[in-house]
């Protein structure tokens, strides 16, 4: 039975598949009458070519357009021609329809001038026998040719680097933009990168500097630079293209030059510097200086020092000088000890200066170590030493602030992670030390040392906050604590040693281990459920969770056996019932309880073999391995461990230590197997014991055994001792400092802490200073002649809480040496000396000693320009002079000289001890000022003001320039002419004669006045002249007729020589001379001195200068002869000159390009950017009136529009799926409200979505984030421009952070910050991925930079995902868990079809067949009404794409665009802006729900709605006969109707539907409809598959008590397909569709349903309601309405809105469209 039933279900799945292939197959013919015209190839209309620019005249564009149809022959059937074009670069061949390029006399250019990207035209084909045209549009892609090569715009390029910039740093982007090389060619062709080339002039300038991002050309720092080395580099950058075949790339070159300047990489040196050979190496230099004890502080101060204290930094050239550091000079150290209290240096004048007078008995000498260092923090500081006879001390010792630190590390932690200060390692561990010496805020530059375990850590050298870093890694198994001292020393004392212990925190780096890999156990039948089999221990060497084991069996225990997941007991399961023979191998797993991520485990295999009972079984121990640990202080007696074993039988167990105990220190009951101590431990004798201990029953086979493993831990019980075979009595040598005096060691025999060593000193702690490992060494420079001998006492302590000490005594002398130079009794001698004394006169005796025995001192002198002028006696000290002195030969103002001598030791080998002696010489005053003239002469008005100049004198001295003798100063004698010198006076400096007070006196009279002038040389000097003064008439003195002249404002164009005024003055018989004494200090004007008329001499800058003030004087002719000019009250007058502003600058951009983008989703008139203009101009010269240049959009629209005078420019269309897509077009400014001068800049807008964007998430209010929008912006965008030059970073919102599922709440103590990038090679945004890895990988760089914008604490969280994108992913991810499912449904049908396959081979005759039935329908089809005249070919994109048949879709099904991917990425449109190298909408092309307009890809052809198809309905008519036919609505003329019915006839068989009485192969077969009495009760709608197009028909529906068979049955089937929301998979190729019609009528709730077979006589195949899915060839559905013809029609917005459902077919032929609500 079961068979049979198989057999029939693949019987009828085979029938079922049959009839589906036959169907299909039988749907390949066509009217031929429509088949012309139309494209005989599939896929889209459009036919996109490339071509090569440049190609020769005649290229074949297309060579077959394969049209359907002939144009050629006697009776052709189609007619072709070209449409649209343009310049005539396309010619057709109508008969072999091939298409060539027409390039006579001209080239095909794609790059500029001509910039031919593309050619569209159309081809236009007639159909002859029907009327009908069809367009073909043809697109020529014009490729690019590499013809053009890269041209930099400049020849020479130039840097400067500063030789500190550190290796790696971009220290060139000039080559960015429009600055470097450019390339007019297009893509790879176009594109510039920039390499480095070989210099054979500059061998080492393509190693030095690198550009590893050759698309920017940003030149990089590759090695260390020096100027000392070398200054300049010329580096060969060669520009090539991209072209993508290597031999075809086209090169040029450039040389960018790079200085390199002068930085601060060398610290100060010490002068004088005497060179180390062949280095740059100054050699130890010493400084001397001597004080007399007890002297006061005022008689000494400051103490002179040989030689002067000086130190210059070695970097000469730092520019610009004011960037050149200062020195700070220091003392570093020195001894003895308390130098602080006496000495004293200047911080920036090395002046040394004494604080308090000096026992000679206490101090005899100090030895300071000078450090100079530059101002600006420069590590490398200079060092000289200072020999004073007392040293200097340090009286303060540092210290810690705190007794004990404690630290924690992660064991896992690599080397040079920093010690933290808590567990969790959050922050680092802080060691704060600090000296009294230095003040607290500056570094107190201390060392510290370790005394022990300074090979695992080490503490940072510098700063008041030290911190401790690994050296090595540690293991926590190994060792988990280490304690060890630090001490602290300034390098004479040292601080109190403190303690510090650093705690290894586990890592989980150890597995559990087994003690075995198998184990074996034998069990009983007899045992219950419960009992235990084993219980396992594994052992895991970390703690806490990492060290916390769990078991679980794996495998194995065919669920008979249990385990104790935390103590590895293995028992019987409850319930189970053991079988004899039967035997297990269990697996189990041991598992730490570190996290999952870092879980270890490690199995081992227990084999469990069932017997039968025994009873005589041996007892059995609970564990097989037992472990403690017992303190070696553990008293006798104590009970450690309990043994006791478990015995079936409950025979008496006797228990025995079998192995592990030969001395007997444990102690085992035999009867209760309690384990005691019978002897004391000694864990430094034996650390571990294991007993093998046994538990027996007395019978033969009746033993058991386990291990103890006895762990004894130390404590403290031994003090270290001291190695007693090292040598104790030691040496060292003076003037040595860290010198290695010895080694001590001692041992402790104790573990862990208490068995570590610890050294420290118990005196002389300021002299010296001990390792960690014993070693001893000189804390300080050591001075024999202080002190020779020391005996030093070094205590060795352990680590323990309570530790034990021991000490041992050394013996150290001290060695001499030759230490001591000799010594000036001054450091610096100077003495004044007379010039012109005869040689051979001594003026001073120099005189030093030396400290050492049997020293020889001798002296000379060092410099030797000295030795032309001065003489040393070698024994004496005597300075002499060689020849005589002259003040007046000195080129500088103080006539000295400067020389050092030097006092060394014959026999010694210290350096010599030095002073300075400074010379004076002095001015003996030789010559008088000498007058220019004898006799000076002036005039001078009757009524002239007090302080008028009436003339100047002048003087001369001979003496040497910049001396007191040399300065010559005036004075009026007042003897010789009192009077004159009661109203005249001479300028004390300037030597003009001045009017003392104003004036009253009578013309003509003539004054003389007596001017001295002398100097200030010893003794003065002097000389004197006369000065005759005049007084005028008034007459001769003229006059101006206004005190003040304001003229009309003169414009800035004015040519040279524009009479500004004219000024007028008059005097009696007197020619007038007019001259300028003020106010054109630039000589900007220029006045006639005859006329008076004043012009303009240069030109105007109403910008610079707006307005003059001259003062303008008038003289008489006489006067002026006599090369005089007498100033009065009337000849003098002001003229204020006004410039007036012309509009002569044209207003500039603030930035040549504006970059911008737009959202897709932005609405009209949203603010795009903003423009602005500047103008140096003033007023309306100054106001700007903005406008744009747009190139022509299509459909005429604008973009784009700007506010004329704030420059916004804003949105004007929508930009709804132009995502990729960009704007070009130009701004222009022009000033005095647009009548004046204009300038322009480009603008750049793309079009993006949050498909480019990034949001970034701080933890800041968005309203912080609003007002600092501009300077946070600008960081980002330098940060984007480091990758991409010129990129700008725009933002799209601020607001509060979104956040939770599907970013629902929102947190306004946060801020989101959307922000895309846009690159301006590319012209469109950056993509996503690429903008968040430029700024997460600079987060820190970039938090760093917000700071001062975002306040404390304001910092970046995040750079995520925006909402949209990241919930679409989600739906995504969802929707992809049932593809899985939907393969595995697939391959089962699949299979369930193959027997069908037979079936339908056989069924291939039948097919035939009805083939011709098809025939038949097809005539059938040209019976239809047809619908009104659709709208112009402009509306209709089939039209335009070459099918002039495609009707009968509604508005908004229309309003689609082009899929991009139906085309390969090199065909898209060049002017759709698509990117073809980018990724488009991973959703569902059609997953939009009803009411949201379609998305659109890219092109901008726009599917419009026909309108007038078959907008009357028709009627079901049933005749006499009983048959229902179709019949027009409406219809004039009822005999036309009749011959245009359409008789509906069902198919019980295959459930469609046929048209016309000879449709169907036997109609005596079909069941028709057979009650002609109800149709006025009909009620439903028809589905009418009609060529591919969608119509709705109205009639008489039928009743509903019809047969299954009915098109009510045919019609609940279609509802069950809507309801399932179905999709139909349609294969109709473009060019067969025909019309159809749309109807906006409201849909009934009780559709009933006929399906008609189309007009090209193919059938509809409808599954039967086991199925769920119709499928059709070359047809789509149609959709009928069900109201009733008396119902008044609805309008097409109230059928949106209803609730029923429609069947809406999309226009692509491979298109999954779902069914949508309306």
């Not at 203009?1173 to 190139?1191: C, E, F, H, V, W």
């Amino acid at each position: 039975m079961l068979q049979q039933f198989c057999l029939w279900k693949w019987l009828a799945v085979g029938i079922a598949v049959a009839t589906i292939l036959a169907s299909s197959l039988a749907q390949n013919d066509e009217d031929w009458q429509y088949e012309d015209c139309k494209l005989a190839r599939t896929g889209p209309p459009a036919t996109i070519v490339p071509i090569d620019e440049e190609s020769r005249n005649g290229t074949i564009l297309v060579d077959n357009m394969l049209i359907k149809g002939t144009a050629a022959g006697p009776d052709p059937t189609i007619e072709l021609s070209l449409k649209d074009n343009v310049d005539y670069w396309v010619i057709l061949d109508p008969i072999s329809q091939r298409l060539y390029l027409n390039s006579t006399g001209r080239v095909l250019d794609r790059d500029p001038p001509m910039s031919i990207q593309s050619i569209v035209v159309q081809v236009q084909c007639v159909n002859k026998k029907v009327g009908t045209i069809i367009n073909h549009e043809v697109r020529i892609v014009v490729r690019d040719r590499n013809d053009n090569s890269p041209q930099f715009q400049q020849q020479r390029y130039y840097v400067a680097v500063n030789e500190l910039t550190p290796v790696g740093t971009t220290i060139f982007t000039g080559f960015s933009g429009n600055n470097g090389a450019t390339d007019i060619d297009d893509g790879p062709n176009g594109q510039i990168e920039y390499v480095i080339q070989y210099n054979p002039n500059d061998k080492t300038s393509n190693r030095t500097f690198d550009i590893p991002l050759t698309l920017s050309g940003a030149v990089v720092l590759r090695e260390r630079l020096n100027y000392e080395e070398k200054t300049r580099y010329f580096v060969i950058v060669q520009a090539n293209d991209r072209a993508q075949n290597l031999h075809e790339r086209r090169t040029s070159t450039t040389t960018l030059t790079v200085d390199v300047l002068d930085g601060d990489d060398l610290g100060p040196m010490f002068l004088p510097c005497v060179l180390v050979n062949n280095t740059r190496d100054c050699r130890p230099l010493t400084y001397q200086a001597s004080l007399p004890e007890l002297t006061d502080p005022v008689h000494v101060n400051p103490i002179s020092v040989t030689p002067p204290i000086q130190a210059i930094d070695q970097d000469r050239n730092i520019q610009p000088p004011s960037d050149r550091p200062g020195i700070l000079y220091s003392i570093l150290v020195g001894t003895p000890e308390d130098y602080p209290q006496y000495f004293h240096m200047n911080l920036t004048t090395a002046e040394l200066t004494l604080l308090k007078p000096i026992n000679r008995d206490l101090h005899q000498k100090f030895d300071l170590v000078i450090k100079a260092e530059q101002d600006n923090g420069h590590p490398l500081p200079a060092f000289a030493n200072l020999h004073i006879e007392v040293l200097d001390e340090n009286n303060q010792k540092p210290y810690f602030t705190k007794s004990t630190y404690e630290g924690f590390i992660l064991e896992s932690s690599p080397v040079g992670t920093t010690i933290s200060d808590s567990r969790n390692l959050t922050s680092p561990l802080q060691i704060t030390v600090l000296d009294n010496d230095v003040e607290e805020t500056k570094d107190p530059q201390l060392h510290l040392f370790l005394n022990d375990y300074n090979t695992f850590f080490t503490v940072t050298q510098s700063g008041i906050t030290r911190y401790l870093t690994l050296l090595q890694p540690v293991d926590r198994e190994a060792q988990q604590l280490y304690t060890f001292s630090m001490i602290a020393s300034d390098g004479v004392q040292e601080s109190t040693p403190v303690t510090v212990n650093i705690v290894v925190i586990d890592a989980n780096d150890n597995s559990p281990t087994f003690s075995n890999i198998s184990y074996n156990v034998k069990i009983y039948t007899d045992m219950g459920p419960g009992e235990g089999v084993i219980k396992l221990t594994a052992v895991d060497a970390d703690e806490g969770p990492n060290g916390q084991i769990v078991y679980e069996i794996l495998a194995g225990d065919q669920g008979d056996f249990i385990i104790n997941d935390r103590t590895g007991l293995i028992a019987i399961a409850p319930g189970v019932v053991l079988s004899v023979g039967r035997s297990y191998a269990l697996t189990v797993k041991a598992s730490d309880s570190a996290p999952p991520a870092q879980r270890r485990s490690s199995i081992t295999t227990v084999y469990i073999e069932v017997l039968p009972p025994n009873n005589q079984s041996p007892p059995r121990f609970p564990q097989l391995m037992y472990s403690l640990e017992v303190s070696e202080a553990m008293r006798t007696g104590a009970i450690l461990l309990n043994l006791q074993a478990f015995d079936r039988e409950g025979d008496p167990i006797r228990y025995l230590i079998e192995n592990g105990d030969p001395q007997q220190v444990f102690n085992l009951s035999q009867s209760s197997g309690l384990l005691a101590l019978g002897k004391p431990l000694d864990r430094e004798s034996t650390d571990r014991y294991i007993l093998i201990v046994t538990a027996s029953d007395g019978r033969p086979d009746g033993t058991s055994t386990a291990t103890v493993n006895i762990v004894v831990t130390d404590v403290n019980d031994n003090g270290p001792v001291f190695d007693m075979f090292l040598p104790k009595n030691l040496s060292v040598q003076e003037e040595e400092a860290n010198a290695f005096v010895g080694q001590v060691r001692a041992t402790d025999p104790d573990a862990g802490v208490n068995g570590q060593v610890h050294y420290s000193l118990a005196n002389f702690k300021n002299l010296f200073r001990i390792t960690s490992n014993g070693s001893i060494y000189t804390a300080v420079k050591l001075n024999r002649e202080v002190r020779d001998y020391y005996e030093l006492i070094v205590e060795a302590t352990d680590g323990a809480v309570d530790p034990r000490r021991s000490t041992l005594t050394l013996a150290i002398k001290v060695l001499d040496i030759d230490d001591n130079s000799p010594v000036f009794t001054n450091a610096s001698y100077s003495v004044l000396v007379p010039e012109n004394l005869p040689p051979g006169t001594v003026f001073l005796q120099i005189e030093a000693k030396d400290v050492d025995l049997g020293s020889n001192v001798t002296y000379r002198i060092r410099t030797q320009e000295a030795l032309e002028y001065f003489a040393l006696n070698k024994y004496t000290g005597e300075l002499s002079l060689l020849k005589s002195l002259d003040y007046e030969s000195f080129s500088d103002t103080d006539a000295t000289f400067t020389f050092l001598v030097e006092a060394f030791d014959s026999k010694g080998t210290m350096p010599p001890g030095l002073a300075t002696v400074t010379v004076r010489v002095k001015d003996m005053n030789d010559y008088s000022p000498v007058f220019s003239k004898t006799l000076y002469r002036g005039m001078v008005a009757p009524d002239a003001v007090k302080g008028t100049v009436i003339t100047t004198v002048s003087a001369e001295d001979q003496d040497p320039p910049g001396t007191p003798a040399s300065r010559v100063r005036y004075k009026v004698d007042v003897v010789q002419f009192p009077y004159s010198a009661s109203i005249f006076d001479v300028e004390e400096n300037s030597g003009r004669v001045v009017t003392r007070v104003n004036l009253n006196e009578e013309p003509s009279t003539v004054f003389k006045l007596v001017v001295i002038a002398y100097d200030d040389g010893d003794p003065v000097k002097f000389n004197t002249t006369t000065v005759e003064i005049a007084v005028l008439q008034p007459s001769v003195i003229p006059r101006f007729t206004q005190d003040e002249y304001r003229p009309p404002p003169v414009s800035e164009s004015a040519p040279k020589g524009t009479v500004v005024t004219v000024v007028m003055a008059a005097a009696l018989n007197q020619t007038i001379v007019y001259s300028i004494v003020s106010g054109n200090e630039e000589d900007v004007f220029a006045i006639n001195n005859r006329t008076g008329v004043i012009s303009v001499k240069k030109p105007l800058d109403y910008e610079r200068v707006t307005s003059y003030e001259l003062r303008v004087q008038a003289d008489s002719l006489q006067v002026v002869r006599s090369n005089l000019r007498v100033p009065s009250k009337s000849n003098t007058a002001k003229v204020f000159i006004e410039v007036k502003d012309e509009n002569d600058h044209a207003p500039v951009f603030t930035k040549k390009m504006y970059i911008g983008g737009v959202s897709e989703d932005a609405k009209m008139f949203s603010s795009v950017l903003k423009v602005k203009a500047d103008d140096k101009d003033t007023g309306n010269y100054s106001a700007m009136q903005y406008r744009l240049i747009i190139p022509p959009i299509k459909d005429g629209k604008e973009g784009f529009v700007i506010e004329a005078y704030t420059g916004l420019i804003k949105t004007a269309m929508l930009f709804k799926n132009m995502r990729r897509s960009y704007f070009k077009f130009q701004v222009i400014a022009t000033d005095d409200y647009g009548k004046g001068l204009s300038s322009k800049a480009d603008v750049l807008v793309s079009v993006v979505n949050q498909l480019d964007m990034q949001v970034i998430v701080s933890n800041v209010p968005p309203t912080l984030v609003e007002q600092n929008k501009d300077q946070l912006i600008g960081i980002l965008e330098r940060y984007v421009q480091d990758q991409i030059p010129g990129a700008t970073v725009v933002v799209e919102s601020i607001g509060a952070r979104r956040f939770g599922d599907g970013y629902s709440e929102e947190d306004y103590t946060k801020s989101d910050l959307m922000v895309y990038a846009i690159d301006p090679q590319t012209n469109r945004a950056i993509m996503r991925n690429e903008l968040f890895k430029f700024l997460d990988g600079k987060l820190l760089d970039i938090n760093k930079e917000f700071q001062p914008y975002l306040g404390q604490g304001g910092r970046i969280l995040e750079i995520r995902t925006p909402d949209v994108v990241a919930n679409v992913k989600k739906q995504a991810q969802a929707v992809g868990y049932t593809e899985g499912a939907l393969l595995a449904l697939a391959v089962i049908i699949i299979l369930c079809c193959m027997p069908a396959i037979l079936i339908v081979m056989v069924s291939y005759r039948q097919f035939k067949e009805r083939q011709a039935e098809c025939a038949k329908t097809a005539r059938i089809q040209m019976a239809l009404p047809a619908g009104k005249p659709a709208s112009t070919a402009a509306n209709n994109l089939y039209e335009e794409l070459g099918d002039s048949t495609m009707r009968g879709y509604a508005q908004q099904e229309q309003q689609q665009l082009l899929r991009p991917s139906l085309l390969r990425p090199e065909e898209l449109s060049m002017e759709s802006g698509i990117d073809p190298g980018q990724e488009y909408y991973g959703q569902d092309y059609y997953s939009y729900e009803h009411g949201y307009e379609l998305p659109q890809y890219g092109s901008r052809r726009r599917l419009l709605s026909p309108s007038g198809m078959y907008d009357e309905y028709g009627e079901v008519m049933v005749e006499n006969d009983g048959g229902y036919y179709y019949s027009p609505h409406g219809s004039t003329a009822e005999e036309w109707a009749r011959k245009k019915r359409i008789k509906l006839i069902v198919d019980p068989e295959y459930e469609t539907s046929s048209t016309g009485e000879d449709s169907a192969p036997d109609s005596s077969q079909r069941s028709r409809l057979n009650n002609p009495n109800i149709q006025n009760n009909v009620n439903g709608n028809i589905y009418i598959a009609q060529n591919g197009s969608v119509v709705r028909t109205r009639r008489v529906c039928l009743a509903n008590n019809l047969k299954v068979t009915s098109p009510v049955t045919l019609g609940k089937q279609f509802k069950k397909l809507d309801k399932l929301a179905v999709t139909h998979e349609e294969n109709v190729p473009l060019n067969t569709l025909s019309k159809g019609s749309s109807s906006s009528d409201k849909v009934n709730t009780r559709p009933c349903s006929v399906s008609f077979a189309s007009s090209i006589g193919a059938e509809n195949i409808v599954t039967k309601p086991g199925g769920s899915k119709m499928k059709s060839t070359e047809e789509q559905e149609s959709v009928v309405d069900n109201e009733d013809t008396k119902e008044p029609l609805e309008s097409h917005s109230e059928h949106t809105q209803s609730d029923e459902e429609e069947l809406w077919m999309g226009p692509w032929n491979n298109l999954h469209i779902p069914m949508t609500k309306l």
